[in-house]
């Protein structure tokens, strides 16, 4: 797959001309294996943003077992050329992400379910090195380190 967008925003009296492309490449060599290999560029007002990531994706049916995986790396200029990434994420909710600097991320997600579908059991795990920066977020949210790591884990049961 490969698209290419051009916005063109407003930004106080000028406008900036947003450029965004994205090629990716995915193999499903069975029902229960997929890959995905994907790179994204943005670029506005000279500067410049990269990510590539990798994801993988598994299922054992006769376990209820499904596994999904990403890693990734980033690389912007500033904040204005930040890149989005869609992320593997628990069930019933979305994931997507912007990043600006340069840093690794990596994503892990696991769902296990009842064979008769009654509980099921989700755990998601993410953590992101940042290589240009001692903190990040702002007031209240500061984080005084390069990396973040992030646990989710969701029970669910159907009456």
Partial sequence: MARYQLKRKENGDAMEQHHRAKLQWTAEPSDCF????????????????????????????????????????FRTDNYSSRVYVYQPSLYSSVSSASYYGHGVLAVLAGRWKEKSGRWMVEARYGLVRYFDRDEQGSGLQTIFSPWRNDLSVQLRMRL
């Fill in 34 to 73: 997929c890959c995905q290999t994907a790179a994204s560029l943005h670029s506005v007002s000279g500067s410049h943003g990269v990510m590539l990531t990798q994801g993988i994706r598994g299922s054992v049916p006769k376990w209820g077992l499904s596994l999904n995986g990403q890693l990734g790396w």
